[in-house]
């Protein structure tokens, strides 16, 4: 997880920063945690499997004014698709409660003006709001002329013009969003599905949509139960135009209200005219009536309007389900859980083995060396986790370790504020509708001279573990089974299982014989037993 913050306090200070810092071939997203402000950005998302996340949906903007009518270094005006103000050109790339505008101003006057392009595939927007005059939001493939700024992403083959767009696999999935602008402000030739969106007609009227869907795709834009409204005059507002001949464009159980036009879509003045790959089903509100329709536009019926589901029009060959979460399991925790780099191999954390073993979840390590439970939430780590938890997600803790420390910015006691920090966790987790789960902390490898172990946690596990019973929270004992774990193998055996490194090791010259952190081997081995324990 990396923290975008003005005031220095985060990882970065510019939201393009962390995108560059992001490492090519992540396999589970990097989470980018943007700060409540407003950013003057153009900010370009060319790496794949990202998550941004924005503090709060309407403080938290990123803006930008180009516009169509902006002059290149070449004294030419740079068009539609160099006026954006977010570009995504990385695959599963999720964007969420933020707001993304284009200021440039009126389009009658500076032209379009993108505030999202969207040319990724398997791309999610949940509770964003997208905000500009004409041409908000453009959803199809890489222009050549946008290359340079999408580098290293490559652009498609055959695509010369967005006209000769081929059939690429493309797909959008936008959930509770607002959206607004006009002319024609949501446009493209990929599938996309809208639900629960607002699309928000300015006061200047057009069209919410121009689709330019491909000959041979099955599926254009699918708008479910979304509400078409805005403040242009009655009537001015038409659910599209077709800007290409092939374009199919699909409202499903819509409400609409008096600004919509009583005729729905419209020709393309001088160019392409609706066909029945346009049309509507089950709309509500003061344009429910469709006695007034464009005559070529589809009434679809019961049957035809019953298959348009998220799994038809988007599912494709992976099966992709964007309106069902992958969740995430998120660790707290201390250095026995967190994430080491290639220079301190062969030191690994538990949680880092972790990352690797579960499949059906996405794992975002927080857990850091030398923090307890008090620090950790001193340093604000708790509420950046609390910020990005959703429900169906999990929240790890373990601490312990560090808690007897005598420092005061780490020291608690376990009968008294151990257990508070530890609520501060559960209700964190419980706030946002996820699972916490309590883990009590790995043993150290200390035996006696009679081969039993010598407990060093002092009252914290049982503090835990009482908390556990108190507040019905899952418990996964972990002192309990490391413990069980190095008497069966012994004191000597047991030493493979923590970071026990001969001297002359490239990253250890002198050697190591560590009985806290643990080895490869050791925390694969822990990380299955925590798999184990959390399928019970």
């Known amino acids: 997880m990396y923290i975008i913050s003005k005031d220095g306090t985060g990882d970065f200070t510019s939201i393009q920063q962390a995108v560059d810092a992001v490492p090519a071939g992540n396999r589970s997203p990097v989470i ?3 700060r409540m402000d407003t950013w003057h950005e153009k900010v370009i998302i060319n790496k794949d499997n990202i998550r941004l996340i924005g503090e709060a949906r309407d403080r938290t903007v990123i803006t930008n004014s180009g516009c169509a009518k902006d002059l290149g270094p070449d004294g030419r005006e740079k068009g539609t698709f160099l006026s954006y103000t977010l570009l995504v050109t990385g695959d599963n790339v999720e964007v ?6 284009n200021d440039a101003g009126d389009g009658s006057v500076v032209g379009q003006a993108v505030a999202v392009y969207a040319a990724g595939e398997r791309g999610m927007w949940r509770n964003c709001r997208m905000i500009a005059a004409q041409d908000t939001l453009f959803c199809g493939p890489t222009m050549p002329k946008v290359a340079k700024d999408a580098l290293p992403r490559l652009i498609p083959e055959g695509v010369i013009s967005v006209g000769d767009c081929p059939l690429v696999l493309g797909r959008q999935y936008f959930e509770d969003c607002w959206i607004q602008g006009d002319v024609d402000f949501i446009f493209g030739p990929y599938r996309c599905w809208f639900e629960r969106c607002t699309l928000y007609m300015n006061r200047r009227g057009g069209w919410y949509t121009a689709a330019n869907t491909p000959e041979s ?3 254009g834009m699918v708008f479910h139960r979304c509400r078409l409204t805005g403040e242009c005059s009655e009537g001015e507002a038409y659910l599209g135009r077709p800007w290409r001949a092939y374009a199919r464009t699909v409202f499903l159980h819509c409400e609409m209200d008096e600004c919509v036009s009583p005729q729905g879509f419209a020709d393309w003045e001088g160019g392409c005219c609706i066909t029945d790959r346009c049309g509507e089903y089950g709309t509500t509100g003061a344009r429910a009536d469709q006695s007034r329709r464009h005559p070529k536009q589809k009434r679809l019926t019961d049957a035809e309007a019953a298959v348009l589901t998220i ?17 995430t399991w998120f660790l707290c925790g201390d250095s026995t859980m967190a994430h080491y780099g290639p220079e301190q191999q062969p030191m690994t954390g538990w949680g880092q083995a972790l ?9 975002e390590n927080c857990a850091a060396p030398g923090r307890s439970s008090k620090s950790f939430v001193a340093q604000k780590k708790l ?9 169906g997600d999990k929240l ?6 560090n808690d007897k420390k005598p420092d005061v910015e780490r020291h608690t006691e376990p009968e008294s504020t151990y257990p508070l920090y530890l609520n501060m966790y559960i209700d964190a987790a419980l ?42 929270i899952r418990l996964i004992d972990l002192e309990r089974i490391t413990g069980d774990m190095l008497l069966e193998m012994g004191a000597e055996e047991s030493a493979a299982l923590y970071n026990h490194v001969p001297a002359g090791h490239p990253n250890y010259p002198e050697g190591a014989a560590d009985n806290s952190h643990l080895s490869f081997e050791g925390a694969v081995r822990i990380a299955r037993r925590v798999l184990e324990e959390m399928a019970e």
């Open 396 to 401: 790890l803790i373990q601490f312990g370790h």
């Open 355 to 363: 990352e690797m073993l579960k499949t059906d979840a996405f794992v």
């Open 311 to 327: 799994p038809e029009v988007l599912g494709g060959y992976d099966q992709w389900r964007p309106d069902q979460r992958v969740p």
């Open 383 to 391: 509420n950046f986790v609390e910020l990005c938890l959703r429900k």
């Open 217 to 219: 795709a099955p599926y």
């Open 96 to 101: 969420e409660n933020l707001t993304i505008r």
């Open 32 to 34: 980018l945690l943007v």
């Open 431 to 472: 706030r946002q509708g996820a699972e916490p789960v309590l883990l009590t902390s790995i043993v150290r490898r200390r035996f006696d001279g009679e081969g039993r172990l010598i407990p060093t946690h002092l009252g914290y596990p049982d503090a835990m573990r009482a908390l556990a019973k108190e507040r019905s």
